[in-house]
């Protein structure tokens, strides 16, 4: 599995066709208390950069963006019941969707864990 | 994600290095860099106001006083311009009223308080809005009579303390505080420092609102975070804070278009000057006093956990759309997204059955009374 990231403070683990996608733990922090998450739909297809999904945060409401085009196989329902799980564990148990790859090619433009690190200090 | 570009050009509250310290998250309100959040979120921080208390600061907002010849002068001409009564406000005493303009919308809304000393006959004390201040101070200025002026008060920080521990803890500092009326006020010595503080806030909470001299701000607020009842609170927490209680926050549920009958407010209206008019935009509000007006501000709750914000439109369960989300947000306390807005008075009844459009699906929602958490104002014991 290689993880991945995007400028817009996403995740995508991949393995094999599937990229698990998620915001990181920068977002969240950003985001503040996160009350509601819309999600897609599994069937629901992306290109890159469409509104994929919205965090409510108590402040406002926060677009997620497709880090990559794809089609949603699942989307995680634990969110449904508990967003705050995404402040909790972001980067873990509160994924946002699992995508089938369409454009393999696009993951080589997104930032490795080392890069996304360096991009996230410089903010 | 939008990020908040700091803007060199914002003003500062003297108390702006603090929640630098604090570990705020600063960010652009009227024109000045503010604090939206502490370290422990909005959350916690809104929690925190209605369980224990929460410091604000609040110093962005405006603070005058007209200054007459006497009681009587000064408040005619307020009367002039406001639909509430002042010849009759006793010293030490609060209101909150708002700016009309002559179609009888609402230019600001705004506290007054009569001083408590004779010393300070002819004066009357405001808080406006910080994002109202010019345009209110150019209306007072164009409006108000030769013998009455108005006097900008710059030199003076406005800290808020809310919530049911607020009182005790100001009153280890400041011992009469405790002794104040819902809605009065008082010059008294926090520390030693002269300040002049109200009980009175914009949460639903018990609470004060302390004008004190900005070079004794900090002290003041570091003197009150000292106590463990009391943590500082943002702008995010007093947004989510005034919602829950019901209360109208200008340019969003109230502005020039609407009126104080529309927006649910009549009670800044005593019964004198709703039956003797001479107010600016009398005849629409007479008008609507009667008849009813068009359309009314109602609370929202939605039955499922996403939020309706500001824009959302409000429909007919199936049908058509009859109004606007004015305010909305998750409600922390009630533990649900509420919202407010307007719709028109015919599909006003509490109970009603609507539905919010959020991102093109309609969420269901219900017309509900407010506070959407009850009021905890201090109501003195009788004696």
């Known amino acids: 599995m290689t993880t991945y990231y995007s400028k817009d403070h996403e995740w995508i683990a991949v393995e094999g066709d599937v990229a698990t996608v998620g915001i990181t733990n920068y977002?969240?922090?950003?985001?503040?208390?996160?009350?509601?998450?819309?999600?897609?739909?599994?069937?629901?297809?992306?290109?890159?950069?469409?509104?994929?999904?919205?965090v409510e945060s108590v402040k406002a409401a926060s677009e997620i963006y497709a880090p990559i085009d794809g089609e949603v196989v699942?989307?995680?329902?634990?969110?449904?019941?508990?967003?705050?799980?995404?402040?909790?564990?972001p980067e873990g148990a509160a994924w946002f969707v699992k995508m089938k790859v369409a454009n393999a090619d696009q993951l080589s433009e997104l930032l490795d864990e080392a890069a996304y690190k360096a991009y996230v200090e410089t903010l | 994600m939008a990020d908040i570009v700091a803007d060199i050009d914002l003003k500062q509250t003297p108390l702006h290095d603090l929640h630098v310290e604090l570990g705020a998250r600063m960010v652009s309100f009227a024109g000045y860099s503010m604090p939206l959040q502490y370290r422990t979120g909005i959350m916690a921080e809104h929690l925190q106001t209605r369980s224990s208390a929460g410091l604000f600061d609040v110093s962005h907002m405006g603070q005058a006083v007209l200054v007459g010849p006497d009681h009587a002068t000064t408040a005619a001409a307020l009367e002039r311009l406001t639909p509430s009564g002042f010849l009759e406000l006793g010293p030490g005493r609060q209101r909150y009223t708002v700016l009309l303009n002559e179609e009888g919308g609402v230019i600001d809304d705004l506290m007054v308080t009569r001083p408590a000393s004779s010393e300070d006959d002819g004066k009357l004390m405001l808080v406006v809005n910080a994002s109202r201040k010019e345009v209110d101070y150019s209306h007072l200025r164009e409006k108000l009579p030769g013998n009455v002026r108005l006097e900008l008060i710059e030199d003076r920080a406005l800290l808020a303390v809310q919530g049911p521990e607020a009182v005790a803890a100001v009153a280890a500092h400041a011992p009469d505080a405790a002794e104040l009326a819902f809605m009065s006020a008082a010059r008294m010595e926090f520390d030693g420092i002269d300040c002049h503080i109200a009980r009175a806030g914009y949460t639903g909470e018990d609470g004060v609102e302390m004008?004190?001299?900005?070079?004794a701000a900090e002290p003041i607020a570091r003197a009150l975070l000292a106590d463990d009842r009391i943590e500082p609170i943002g702008l995010g927490a007093r947004d989510s804070l005034r919602l829950e209680a019901g209360l109208c926050l200008y340019g969003h549920d109230i502005d020039e278009t609407t009126s104080p009958v529309e927006g649910g407010i009549t009670f800044c209206m005593q019964r004198r000057r709703r039956e003797e008019c001479g107010y600016p935009g009398a005849g629409r509000i007479q008008e609507e006093l009667r008849n009813g007006p068009g359309r009314v501000r109602v609370g929202l709750r939605l039955e499922g956990r996403a939020p309706a914000r500001e824009g959302a439109e409000i429909a007919l369960p199936g049908g058509p759309v009859i109004g606007t989300v004015t305010s909305g947000g998750f409600a922390p306390t009630v533990g649900a997204p509420v919202a407010m807005g307007y719709v028109p008075v015919n599909s006003a009844e509490i109970g009603s059955d609507v539905e919010l459009i959020v991102r093109n699906r309609r969420l269901p929602a219900r017309i509900v009374e407010m506070p959407f958490v009850p009021n905890r104002y201090y109501r003195k014991p009788k004696s």
């Open chain 1, 27 to 54: 977002a969240q922090e950003q985001l503040g208390d996160v009350v509601f998450v819309d999600l897609p739909e599994a069937g629901a297809e992306f290109a890159q950069g469409d509104e994929a999904a919205v």
């Open chain 1, 74 to 89: 699942e989307a995680n329902e634990v969110l449904a019941d508990e967003p705050g799980k995404v402040n909790e564990d």
């Open chain 2, 211 to 215: 004008s004190v001299p900005a070079g």
